[in-house]
Structures are given as structure tokens and as C-alpha cells.
């Protein structure tokens, strides 16, 4: 089953919503809010976004009568998903768009549930769509729990939720089909599950740059897209049996050094640093396959990540971990290198073993896995 986060409601967990700088705009869009908040009395109500204080600051803070009534002002300085957030931590998403006159009527005890939104049609939107999930997640993690309890349960758990699933997935389709113009779409990226289903992720993304193109929120998940769109290329391209993508860098003395110049041997790219302890301590393995290997074709190209200012120390850990093989080669730049943008490098020790003719054998090989793999090759 998969693994789904919610923060009620809109702070779902899908870590996309990093704080923007506001710019010097002036210009505010002005709302009015109203209601009753059953068993709510003389309480406060809290405005949130997460492009403002990230979600944790109020942008502007209501306070109930006795009778658990509201009424109030404000101005909000750009146009987006807002959550008014009760202080039991229930609460209510809002789509403001500036000179909203909205009226809420709810319970405190139930605010997804027992809740009706006048004069905002998107915000009524997203709570349908809530009211459909959030049982549904509260189900998935019930039978997650049963499974982990009981192994032997697994037919009987598989069975119930492959039935829930089919009606709740339907029912999210439907949705997105039929709210296609609508900022309420945000709600479904909740129920979707961004590496299995990333067309359809970008297919509301998609939607919802067209419908909201003025959120933030939005605009956020926009680059967001195109980041997971290029994190799958460099996946695709990284798969196994397609051709390594070529690396040019300068060498040790400062001349380019090039993957494709190794062609005819079993090559082990090898990205690492100085400074990288990990990388520093699987060294002595890496040396023990070229010495076992080395005779029968098989080398090392290793592409450093050491910063700026950082040759003598690149060359003295070279020379302290015994890195024998010619193939060293280095920006300088750390991360921000060609070859960490092309193999999609995010951490280290990353390394690609690549055959003969230059085409990917395996990924993240480490200790006993470089050997296991080294042993098939060369059959020793």
C-alpha cells in the first residue's frame, strides 16, 4: 500500500510549499469573513499560509464571541490557499482571491465534516474532496497498522483495501475531470502519488498553473515539477544498459579528462570528495578492486566534489588513500559540477560501473557489492 502523509488539511505532506520572498509589492487584496463556529466560543481563529512566516506565524488572527460568532476584515497580499485553523488544530481550506465575502458555518467538533462555506465555491470544492480522503487515509493507515501486527493478515488486508481503493481512486478521478478550471484540483495532489503517477501530477499542476496562475502555492509546485520532470530524466538516463552520459573535466594537471577515452575497459566512475568521510572510508575498497582487477581492464574514474580553494587538499587525500589509477578529475566547484547535474548526483559516495562499450552496468555499488559484481564480470 502506499505511503501517504496529511496535515490537516492543506499542509499535506509533500514538501513543497518553501517560503517565498515576498517582493515590495503594494498591492493587497481585501477579504471579509464571517460565520459561526458551533462550541467555539470567545476563541481564536487563526488565518495560516505557508508562503507567509512558513506556515507557522498567523497572517491575521480572528477572535469569536460568546456565541462562537465572527466577523472580520483584512487584506491578504497576494491571491492563494489559505487555512483558517481552529485551536484544536482543525480547520477550514480557503481559496482567496481578493475582495472575497465569504460566510463559514461549522462545528468545532467536526470542522471537515459539519462545516458549510458561502461564497467561495473552490473552498467548498476542496472540503468535498477532503471529506472523501481523509476517511479513506484514516482507512489505509488502520490496515497498514493490522498488516504490520500480523503478517498472516495480508490476503485479508490486501482484499479490503484493493475494494476501498478502486471506489476512493474513482472518485478522484471523477473529481479532477470534473473541476479541471478549478484552484479546488490542489486537494487531489494529496492522492497522488508523485512517482508512480507523475503525468497525472503534472497533468493538475498543469491545470492549476492555467486556473490560479497568480498563487504562489502554485507556482511553487510549477518548479517543483520541473525538478521531478528532470530528476526522471536523469533516471531514465541513468537506467541500466543505456550509454553513460559522457564527462569532460579537467584532470590533476589541468588538461580535460574523458569518460569515452576509457572505452575498451570495465570503468568504476567513482564521485567523491576530500571532505566526504563516507567516501574516504569505501577508498580502501575501491583500491582493493582496481589492484584485484586492474590487469584484466578494469579502472577508476574518479570526479572529486571538493570546493573552490581545494586542490592541495584534493591531491593529499589522493595521495593518503593510495588512489593509484590516472583518471582524477575535478571542477572544483563542489556539487555545482557538469557531472553532478548529468548523473543527478545529490550525495556521496555515488558511483556507476560501466562496461566496455561504454553502457551502465550498475548503480550505488559499494564494498562486497562492487566485488559480487566485479567477481561476475571477470569470473573470479
Excluded at 530524466?233 to 537506467?239: G, I, R
Excluded at 564521485?271 to 569505501?282: I, L, V
Excluded at 578492486?289 to 571538493?306: L, P, R, W
Amino acid at each position: 500500500m502506499k505511503k501517504i502523509g496529511l496535515f490537516l488539511i492543506l499542509f499535506f505532506s509533500i514538501n513543497l510549499f518553501a517560503q517565498l520572498p515576498l517582493t515590495n509589492n503594494s498591492k493587497f487584496y481585501f477579504v471579509h469573513l464571517e460565520g459561526l463556529i458551533s462550541g467555539y466560543p470567545n476563541s481564536p481563529i487563526y488565518i495560516m499560509n505557508n508562503n507567509i512566516g512558513q506556515g507557522r506565524v498567523p497572517h491575521f488572527t480572528i477572535n469569536t464571541n460568546e456565541k462562537g460568532e465572527f466577523s472580520a476584515d483584512f487584506t491578504i497580499p497576494f491571491q492563494d490557499y489559505f487555512f483558517l485553523k481552529l485551536s484544536n488544530g482543525q480547520g477550514i481550506n480557503l481559496v482567496l482571491k481578493g475582495n472575497d465575502s465569504i460566510k463559514i458555518y461549522a462545528d468545532a467538533k467536526d470542522v471537515l465534516n459539519i462545516c458549510n462555506i458561502l461564497g467561495s465555491p473552490d473552498s467548498e470544492q476542496m472540503k468535498a474532496f477532503y471529506q472523501e480522503y481523509v476517511p479513506f487515509k484514516h482507512l489505509e493507515d488502520s490496515l497498514r497498522a493490522v498488516f504490520n501486527k500480523d503478517k498472516s493478515k495480508e490476503k485479508e488486508v490486501n482484499a479490503l483495501y484493493q475494494q476501498k481503493a478502486q471506489v476512493f481512486y474513482t472518485f478522484r478521478n471523477n473529481y479532477i475531470q470534473m473541476n479541471t478550471n478549478s484552484p479546488a484540483l490542489l486537494a487531489t495532489l494529496s492522492a497522488i502519488k508523485q512517482d508512480q503517477e507523475f503525468n497525472l501530477f503534472s497533468q493538475v499542476v498543469t491545470q492549476l498553473q492555467k486556473s490560479f496562475p497568480a498563487s504562489p502555492t502554485v507556482n511553487n509546485l510549477g518548479r517543483q515539477m520541473v525538478q521531478l520532470k528532470q530528476q526522471k530524466e536523469q533516471q531514465n538516463a541513468l537506467a541500466v544498459g543505456k550509454p553513460a552520459p559522457e564527462i569532460e573535466v579537467p584532470g590533476l594537471d589541468g588538461k580535460i579528462i574523458k569518460l569515452s577515452d576509457l572505452k575498451g575497459q570495465v570503468v568504476l566512475i567513482d564521485f567523491w570528495a576530500s571532505w566526504c568521510g563516507p567516501c574516504r572510508r569505501e577508498n580502501p575498497n575501491v583500491v582493493k578492486a582496481y589492484q584485484k582487477y586492474h590487469k584484466d581492464g578494469f579502472t577508476v574514474m574518479s570526479i572529486s566534489f571538493d570546493k573552490p580553494g581545494q586542490k592541495a587538499r584534493w591531491e593529499q587525500a589522493i595521495k593518503q588513500d593510495g588512489l593509484i589509477w590516472p583518471n582524477h578529475g575535478s571542477e572544483l566547484n563542489g556539487f555545482n559540477n557538469q557531472a553532478a547535474r548529468d548523473y543527478g548526483v545529490r550525495g556521496i559516495p555515488f558511483t556507476v560501473l560501466v562496461d566496455r562499450d561504454g553502457n551502465i552496468i550498475a548503480l550505488r555499488l559499494r564494498g562486497p557489492q562492487l566485488e559480487a559484481e566485479l567477481q561476475k564480470i571477470f569470473g573470479y
